[in-house]
Nanobody, 127 residues
Framework: EVQLVESGGGLVHAGGSLRLSCATSGFPFDDYAIGWFRQAPGKEREGLSC????????YYADSVKGRFTISRDNAKNTLYLQMNSLKPDDTAVYYCMKYSGSYVSWTENLDRDFGSWGHGTQVTVSS
């Protein structure tokens, strides 16, 4: 059974930082591109970042480029998202997603809904 469990969310002041983790199981982690998306109440799903399988190539949405850093530890089957310089607009539920297509195709449309994801972790940024 594919499982993705996000953690690390919380309440932080604007300008602060959080590090999200996504522990995975049930699939060969290093065979899949994996990434993060978020969804705020009343807003569309927003793809944030993805990372390729073995060479570690990364891709970011413009809204988080330069502030967020994605990384993966294939030995631990875990994905991370370091979030710095957080803004109130970053408030949302954050999800990690195992992508069912190629990394390159995912970078062509980061908002694509094509894979498996967890229950999410809430991030709230106060002004």
């Amino acid at each position: 059974e594919v499982q993705l469990v996000e953690s690390g969310g919380g309440l932080v002041h604007a300008g602060g930082s959080l590090r999200l983790s996504c522990a995975t199981s049930g699939f060969p982690f290093d065979d899949y591109a994996i990434g993060w998306f978020r969804q705020a109440p009343g807003k569309e799903r927003e793809g944030l970042s993805c990372i390729s399988t073995t060479d570690g190539s990364t891709y970011y949405a413009d809204s988080v480029k330069g502030r967020f850093t994605i990384s993966r530890d294939n030995a631990k089957n875990t994905l991370y998202l370091q979030m710095n310089s957080l803004k109130p607009d970053d408030t949302a539920v954050y999800y990690c997603m195992k992508y069912s297509g190629s990394y390159v195709s995912w970078t062509e449309n980061l908002d694509r809904d094509f894979g498996s994801w967890g229950h999410g972790t809430q991030v709230t940024v106060s002004s």
